[in-house]
């Protein structure tokens, strides 16, 4: 059947040219994501800004990005994987170019929503279309390699933030964010439709043509297909929201969710005000962003460590252990006393923060079956943000309120602590599994 001979095929130029084009809608994600982080230190002192309004400005995207998650996840499982990804590109460019047209702080806000909400729709269906590729014995290092896309964006915000902000000002910025509008056109012409989501829907005709080609591609010899009823994938008993919260997926999905929350909400208050948070140490603009982007170069080797572990560990102890250790350098980072202290321990909060992140966009659409896959990751994600939209604006309390640096890493040590301990409690493992036989 199409399933055996998909998952039969042998890693090849297409799976890595898969991860290539979704890898770098990731990366222009994250690069949109970042250059926020970079404008506000700049933004707050043309706009005279309060820590409070600089928290709203880094929340109202993750408002936006849980709304997209949620609405692109349920949409993706009806329309197809590749639609949704491509709407959601060609929106969150769209709207990253209109920042740059702000003329106050409420029109920022508004253009950073919808910035949000395209960039919380791409992400769990990147990692739905490729986890539904990719063959089991590799898949939990592809989906690591595609989060490790995202890296590869902060350094380019940093890059951005470095030769243009300080010449060109801000607006620039969100210019060059809005160039991944053109690269849509390129998803559409190089990017198959999901071969389990075309089966699901019954459209088996143009799940086997995939197939062919792919075999066509790889050098496979072609064989014949059988009886078109053999490929009918069996539903869910009942395909909605409700399913979430059935045996066996009960526990997975309060896992999965406090897991999200959890990890968004310490990611996005510590990098959304890192640039800010640093140079309020004292440091210059310039350096604040050398500091920041040193920082974000361990990023990468944490990704490769990920990648390697998760099929080899599994995901489930490597996504505790890395969240494990994402507390500890926060906490150190929150107490460093000196520049160079800074970097080293702000280096290994990156190295285990993003290697974790990689671990759990595997981890998250090996917990449903196909037919709630997108829905179940994208629920996941949505409500994860929840957490994004809490931390920029509780970090802005919490130092008006006289916390201070340390108190509010110590905060963020505990949070990783907590969602690390949840993994092993709850966590099952899905290390090499076949997507068709989990349920």
């Not at 005279?48 to 929340?59: E, K, V, Y």
């Not at 910025?173 to 053109?182: Q, R």
């Not at 102890?317 to 107490?335: D, E, K, N, Q």
């Amino acid at each position: 059947m199409v399933l055996d001979r998909l998952e039969a095929l042998p890693l090849g130029r297409f799976h890595y040219k898969l991860l290539l084009v979704t890898g770098l809608g990731w990366l222009f994600d994250s690069m949109d994501t970042g250059l926020i982080a970079f404008v506000l230190p700049v933004l707050a002192k043309e706009w005279q800004l309060t820590p409070g309004q600089m928290g709203l400005i880094g929340s109202i995207g993750l408002i936006g990005m849980a709304l997209g998650a949620v609405v692109s996840g349920t949409v993706a499982d009806h329309m197809g994987r590749k639609k949704v990804f491509s709407i959601t590109v060609l929106l969150y460019s769209i709207a990253s170019g209109l920042c740059a047209l702000s003329w106050d702080y409420t029109s920022l806000l508004v253009f950073r929503f919808f910035v949000g909400f395209g960039l919380g729709g791409e992400l769990p269906v990147a990692a739905t279309l490729v986890s539904e590729y990719a063959p089991a014995h590799v898949r939990g290092r592809f989906i690591v390699l595609l989060e490790s896309f995202w890296a590869l964006g902060w350094m380019a915000a940093a890059c951005i933030a470095y030769l243009f902000i300080p010449v060109y000002g801000w607006r620039m910025a969100f210019l060059i964010g809005a160039l991944p509008a053109v690269y849509v056109f390129f998803i559409r012409m190089h990017m198959p439709e999901s071969v389990r989501y075309l089966l699901a829907k019954g459209r088996i005709q143009e799940a086997r043509n995939i197939v062919v080609k792919l075999e066509e591609s790889l050098g496979v010899a072609v064989k014949p297909f059988g009886s078109e009823q053999e490929e009918v994938i069996p539903a869910a008993p009942a395909v909605s929201f409700k399913t979430l919260w059935r045996k066996p997926f009960m526990s997975r999905t309060i896992m999965l969710w406090l897991v999200w929350f959890g990890i968004i909400y310490s990611y996005y208050g510590i990098f959304m005000w890192l640039p800010s948070l640093v140079y309020q140490q004292g440091f210059t603009v310039v350096k604040t962003f050398e500091y920041v982007f040193i920082m974000t170069l361990a990023q990468l080797p944490g990704y490769y460590c990920a990648a390697w572990l998760v099929d080899r560990l599994g995901r489930k102890y490597t996504l505790s252990l890395f969240l494990l250790c994402s507390g500890i350098a926060s906490y150190f980072f929150g107490h460093a006393a000196t520049a160079a202290t800074l970097m080293m321990w702000g280096a290994i909060m990156s190295f285990f923060n993003l290697g974790a992140w990689g671990v759990l966009y595997t981890y998250t659409p090996e917990m449903y079956p196909t037919a709630i896959r997108a829905l179940g990751s994208g629920w996941a994600a949505g409500f994860g943000r929840f957490g994004g939209m809490a931390a920029p604006i509780l970090v802005g309390v919490m130092l008006s309120q006289g916390f201070g640096f340390s108190g509010v890493f110590f905060m963020f040590a505990f949070v990783f602590i907590a969602v690390s301990a949840i993994v092993m409690s709850l966590g099952i493992e899905s290390k090499q599994k076949n997507l068709e036989s989990i349920s």
